[in-house]
């Protein structure tokens, strides 16, 4: 495969990027290379992700802007876009008059992605892109109804897409992360045209990029169904009775035909485990050790609770949860990570370590292992440990993205 012009949107402080450069590293050539990218935060006034993006990368094509105020044609000519794009209501707003585009509701950022992909004339060969799994089944009034939105654009734009929910804790990695991973391969492409000399189902579980990097074993489920209406009606009518998700965990569509099914991982390799990635006890800062005092605030935020609260109007109602494990299991991959990781005060889902010196809260370099980045990959004067453990929170995890990247580049050698 040639070399592959890269372009990073919505990129935080650089996951896609990080992964695929460790997919040059492994074939020692430089395959991918990222052009251009772009992050913007807009609740902030400070640009921190970007910051850390700049100061680990580079200025030089990199566009700190709101997205949808960059016009598509200042945007370089690229063979790959990748990018984690935050989940929101997909739906169509309406068609826009004597155009063969479409306007989304305003301000949802997938259809920025499809505003560059359309106005090309030389479309990406590749997309490679993440959001949160609850994507297949959202909203809850239509489900599946935003999934089957974007399937539809793409295959509209001539695009064959295949999609895998992943939980990287399955494939060894030390984080169990579950999350939505979608590959797009346009018509005439290399993989396009391996992907139509095979079934559907021996793509899906032996033959496609997902199949071969991620193994796959029992399968159920199995649906087929064609997305036939336009996306306008697929944005009106699409699960109107309410009922579950058609999308099941793995699937693909090709020429507007959806294939689905429901796949269970198969991995014997290597497991790196919570306790691999601490630090030694003495190298730890004592503000991350937690203080006695605050012992009851976090047994009870953790422990299980069945108690009558009362909401803000007034209103009494019955609240319960369970228990959460505290300390957190060395003996495990790490719990998912979350964006109020950071800060001193007593939380019910941050992690929580035992050590030879007492309990304590995990640092910003163990939050960047748990999605494989390098140590330090996000110290940059001016951000707090609080923003740091944000940003991992908001990332993924590169491994995944880096094996991927992997077997893209074996398809390519195939011719």
């Known amino acids: 495969m040639k070399k592959l012009k890269v372009i990073e949107l919505f990129a935080g402080v650089g996951g896609f990027r990080i992964g695929l450069q460790n997919s040059n590293k492994a074939s020692s050539k430089e395959n991918f290379e990222i052009v251009w990218s772009n992050q913007w935060e807009p609740s902030t006034k400070t640009q921190h992700a970007s910051l850390v993006?700049?100061?680990?990368?580079s200025k030089n094509?990199?566009?700190?802007?709101?997205?949808?105020?960059v016009p598509s044609d200042q945007i370089p000519e690229h063979d790959m876009l990748v990018g984690g794009f935050p989940c929101q209501d997909y739906s169509v707003a309406t068609t826009l008059k004597n155009s063969k585009g479409l306007q989304g509701k305003k301000g949802v950022l997938w259809w920025e992605i499809y505003r560059i992909l359309e106005s090309r004339k030389d479309k990406p060969k590749f997309l490679f892109l993440e959001?949160?799994?609850r994507l297949l089944k959202s909203p809850t009034t239509q489900r599946g109804r935003d999934f089957?939105?974007?399937?539809k654009?793409?295959?509209d734009l001539?695009?064959?897409?295949?999609?895998?929910v992943i939980n990287a804790a399955d494939y060894g990695m030390p984080q169990k992360r579950r999350r939505t991973f979608i590959l797009s391969y346009l018509k005439d492409s290399e993989i396009y045209n391996s992907l139509i000399k095979t079934t559907e189902s021996d793509w899906l579980l032996d033959e496609g990029v997902f199949a071969k990097t991620f193994e796959v074993g029992q399968v159920s489920d199995l649906k087929t169904f064609d997305l036939d209406q336009s996306v306008e009606e697929i944005s009106e009518s699409f699960n109107k009775e309410k009922g579950d998700s058609p999308f099941q965990n793995s699937g693909m569509i090709l020429n507007g035909k959806v294939t689905t099914m429901k796949t269970t991982p198969n991995y014997e390799g290597k497991r790196t485990l919570l306790k691999d990635i601490l630090i030694p006890v003495d190298e730890i800062p004592e503000e991350y050790f937690i203080d006695e005092s605050d012992l009851d605030k976090w047994n009870y935020l953790k422990g299980a609770k069945k108690e009558v609260r009362q909401s803000t109007s007034g209103f009494s109602y019955n609240y319960g949860e369970g228990a959460m494990i505290f300390p957190d299991n060395l003996e495990s991959p790490s719990r998912t990570i979350i964006t109020g990781e950071g800060g001193k005060s007593a939380s019910r889902f941050k992690h929580v370590v035992r050590t030879s010196k007492g309990l304590r809260r995990l640092t910003p370099i163990e939050l960047e292992r748990l999605n494989m980045f390098p140590d330090n990959h996000t110290l940059l004067e001016g951000v707090s440990d609080v923003k740091r453990a944000f940003f991992m929170g908001n990332a993924l995890v590169v491994g995944v993205i880096e094996?991927?990247?992997?077997?893209l580049l074996t398809f390519g050698q195939r011719g």
Do not use: P, Q
Not at 53 to 57: C, L, R
Not at 148 to 151: D, T, Y
Not at 158 to 164: I, L, Q
């Open 53 to 57: 993006y700049e100061s680990k990368f």
């Open 61 to 69: 094509g990199h566009s700190n802007e709101n997205i949808a105020l």
């Open 131 to 133: 959001n949160v799994d």
């Open 148 to 151: 089957a939105i974007m399937l």
């Open 153 to 155: 654009c793409l295959s």
């Open 158 to 164: 001539g695009y064959a897409v295949e999609w895998r």
């Open 403 to 407: 094996k991927v990247g992997e077997t």
